[in-house]
Every structure is written in structure tokens, then in C-alpha cells.
């Protein structure tokens, strides 16, 4: 297992994440997503960190807080060999003050998934998405407060657009608050929105970036071509992350080329694209069978070529827009010079 350091934190992460969504199943849609019970939630858990793994993540939200109640189960006598993280935001209650971001309902939730997780703290605690009736600042400052509580290491987000993630750095820098230090976000080979605006945010800002559902909730994961596919599977049933199903299949066609040639699945190959990307800190895995952790753990051995990482490239590509497409315009040349669009890029 290989580490990368979480932004400018001084702490290292494992380049894979276990991610806890697969853990219990309370509700119709965490049932199909995962719905382990506590043996086969500890076999992963421990298997995770003895493959190497110090980085697990869970949400509050996942199966109404069994995900959270098995993780810490799963960690007892374990809890100092990792990097823990949970989400808040989702509604966990009937009540009107029961979702959201509000000082109200962070500092409730905070206490309630600690004692779920069996824990004093937690290391890492994200913000699983924007809320918009309530002020940035409160958020930030209550977050701010349970850091210096003690209750949380460090502070992250989760499905931000940039403006939201920069307003909030902004915020934080004013204020004297704790800033976020990474986001977790969706990226994939069928989903590369990030490279637009939040990747390049992430570096100038020196933030780290989770990715989550990497294999595109598993429609790469290569059970999937134009002409079959996996009853069983968790997309035959929850078709998610929405995916350009044509462009898709068209680049599992060339995922299982270089798999063929590397002599290893498709999945690693989809994980390993994502890893050699500089931005990235850790991908996270979920797995409800042990077969599908194991393959998984298998793409820190995997090594793409340049040639490899060109080919994905090329048939992952976005489409661009604008003002991306204003980018390649030759501003700098005077009327009458010759004028090329293609590899060009607009002066520092």
C-alpha cells in the first residue's frame, strides 16, 4: 500500500479508502446499495487494514447510522490504526431541525455519530453537500468549534460545486476559522466534470481530493458491455451516478484492451487512470463481497503507461465549453497573424 499526504495536514492516507456505504441495510435503496451485517462488515474492515488501508470512510446518513454503528463495532481494539471519516447534512429524522447544516442540527449529529462509531473524535468530518438556508459562516464556525472541542481533527466537504468551495475557503481565511482541507467529489472515466473547474481549484488552493464512486458505480467495474450485464449487480438496480451509457461501453472497449495486455481486470485499470492522476489523495472502495475487496486492493500493483493513460485520455475526453474553448483563441497575436486553434493556450 502506497500513502499520500491529506493536503498540507502533515497526515498521510492509504491511495485506497474503504468506504463504509455498503454497510448495513436499513431503508429499500441502503439494502440494495449494500446490506452487510456485522460478519461480513468486520471481515472487510479487517481485511482493509491488514491489506495496508488506514483511511475508512462512512457518513451519517448510510443505512439511518447502522453504517457507522457496524464500522465502529468492526473497529473496537482498532480505532488508532485509522484515519476516520463521516459526513453531515442528510436528514436523520423526522423533525424539521433533523437535517442541514445549522449549529443545531451539526452539533446534535456530531455527538450521535460518535457514539455510533464508539469513538471520542473523529478525524476527518465533511459536509456531504451545500445547504442553502443556512449561512456559510454559522457552518464554518460550528465546525470550527468542534475541532477546537476536540471532537473533530480536521474538516472536509463534499459534492461542491468550486464557487461554493472557494466562498467557503474565502470565509474561513476572513474569519479565522478551520478551512477545509480536501472534498470528496465523483470522478470517473465516464465522469471527468472535475477536471473543468474543481481540479484545477484543488491545486491552486492546495486542497486533497476523495474520490468516490470511481468504477462509476459499477458500470465499470467490467460486469457491463453493450450486450450484457449483471442482474445482481448494485447498477442493474440503483442506476447511479447518471452515465453516458454509449460513451461509456466505448470506453470499456478500450479499458479491457490494456486490462487484457496488464493481464488484470477492468476495474483495476479504472482505479489505477484515477491514481495516477496528481491531484487525487485517495479513491474510495466499497465492496460487498470479499472478492470484490480483493481485486480492488490489487491496483496499487498496477502500472499504467504513457501510452495506457493516453488511450483513456483520449477516449474519456470531455467536450469542451465554455470559456474552456476561449482558452485555445491566440489573444496575443496581432491582426493578420496566423491563427491556430488547436494546442494553443492563452499567455500567463
Not at 502506497?2 to 441495510?25: I, N, P, W
Not at 459526513?87 to 451539526?106: D, E
Not at 452539533?107 to 478525524?123: M, N, P, Q
Not at 485555445?328 to 491582426?335: A, C, E, F, H
Amino acid at each position: 500500500m502506497k500513502y499520500r499526504q491529506l493536503a498540507d495536514t502533515g497526515v498521510f492516507v492509504s491511495e485506497l479508502c474503504l468506504g463504509a456505504m455498503t454497510f448495513g441495510g436499513q431503508g429499500q435503496m441502503w439494502e440494495v446499495i449494500g446490506g452487510l451485517e456485522q460478519k461480513a462488515v468486520d471481515e472487510i474492515v479487517h481485511r482493509s487494514i491488514d491489506a495496508g488501508i488506514n483511511f475508512i470512510d462512512t457518513a451519517n446518513v448510510y443505512s439511518a447510522g447502522e453504517s457507522e454503528t457496524l464500522l465502529g463495532n468492526a473497529l473496537a481494539g482498532r480505532r488508532q490504526r485509522v484515519v476516520l471519516a463521516t459526513k453531515v447534512r442528510a436528514r436523520m429524522g423526522p423533525g424539521p431541525n433533523q437535517v442541514g447544516l445549522s449549529r443545531l442540527h451539526i452539533t446534535e449529529a456530531i455527538d450521535a455519530s460518535l457514539k455510533r462509531l464508539g469513538t471520542d473524535y473523529v478525524d476527518l468530518y465533511q459536509i456531504h453537500r451545500f445547504d442553502a438556508l443556512t449561512n456559510i459562516e454559522d457552518t464554518l464556525r460550528t465546525l470550527d468549534d468542534l475541532v477546537r472541542a476536540g471532537k473533530v481533527r480536521y474538516v472536509g466537504c463534499s459534492n461542491l460545486p468550486a464557487w461554493q468551495l472557494m466562498k467557503a475557503l474565502g470565509v474561513s481565511r476572513e474569519q479565522g476559522l478551520e478551512r477545509f482541507r480536501c472534498t470528496q467529489s465523483y470522478y470517473s472515466l465516464a465522469g471527468r466534470e472535475l477536471e473543468r473547474e474543481m481540479i484545477p481549484l484543488l491545486k491552486d488552493q492546495g486542497l486533497g481530493l476523495l474520490v468516490w464512486s470511481p468504477l462509476a458505480g459499477g458500470f465499470l467495474s467490467g460486469k457491463f458491455t453493450r450486450n450484457s450485464g449483471d442482474d445482481t449487480a448494485r447498477r442493474a438496480k440503483f442506476d447511479f451516478p447518471p452515465v453516458d451509457k454509449e460513451k461509456g461501453f466505448t470506453i470499456l472497449d478500450v479499458l479491457s484492451t490494456i486490462a487484457t495486455a496488464h493481464g488484470t481486470s477492468v476495474a483495476q485499470i479504472a482505479l489505477a487512470w484515477i491514481l495516477a492522476n496528481d491531484a487525487v489523495t485517495s479513491v474510495i472502495i466499497g465492496a460487498r463481497k470479499m472478492t470484490q475487496l480483493e481485486d480492488n486492493l490489487k491496483t496499487v500493483d498496477v502500472h499504467l503507461s504513457a501510452d495506457d493513460v493516453i488511450a483513456l485520455n483520449e477516449v474519456s475526453k470531455l467536450a469542451p465549453e465554455y470559456p474552456a474553448w476561449m482558452d485555445v483563441l491566440p489573444s496575443d497575436r496581432l491582426p493578420g497573424q496566423e491563427r491556430r486553434w488547436e494546442g494553443l493556450r492563452s499567455r500567463p
